[in-house]
């Protein structure tokens, strides 16, 4: 009874032995660099580190650009101040010749002869 019993231990241990034979195998294949997922895994990697850099140049260049935009809107914004001041001084410069505007005209838009 105890050969039967140390020929199952025997036959046991060695089931498992060739199991983590096999399993070795299948894991080395699964994590080898050039086929395996590993290498789909290092991939990857790599294209996450590219798209990492390229997203912070996008921030640092729309930051850039943000930072342009909002200097030429305050230059536009002083333009237009400087414009509506000289359209209402307009309205102190006496008339050309002494001719009254056209009715319904806009007193600032006044069409002069060229002499």
Same mark, same amino acid.
């Given at each position: ?42 991939? $990857? ?32 914004? =002083?333009?237009?101040?400087? $414009? ?21 005209? =806009? ?9």
């Amino acid at each position: 009874m105890e050969m039967i019993a140390d020929i199952l231990l025997v036959a046991g241990a060695l089931g498992a032995g060739f199991y983590c034979f096999i399993l070795a195998r299948r894991l080395t294949r699964f994590t080898d660099l050039e086929n395996g997922v590993g290498g789909a895994v290092a991939v $990857l990697s790599a294209q996450v580190d590219d798209l990492t850099k390229t997203l912070h140049a996008a921030q640092a260049t729309a930051g850039d650009s943000s930072k342009s935009l909002q200097d030429l809107t305050g230059r536009a914004e =002083d333009v237009a101040r400087r $414009l509506e001041l000289l359209v209402a001084s307009m309205h102190d410069l006496p008339q050309a010749n002494g001719a009254a505007p056209a009715e319904g005209a =806009d007193p600032v838009f006044v069409r002069h002869s060229r002499n």
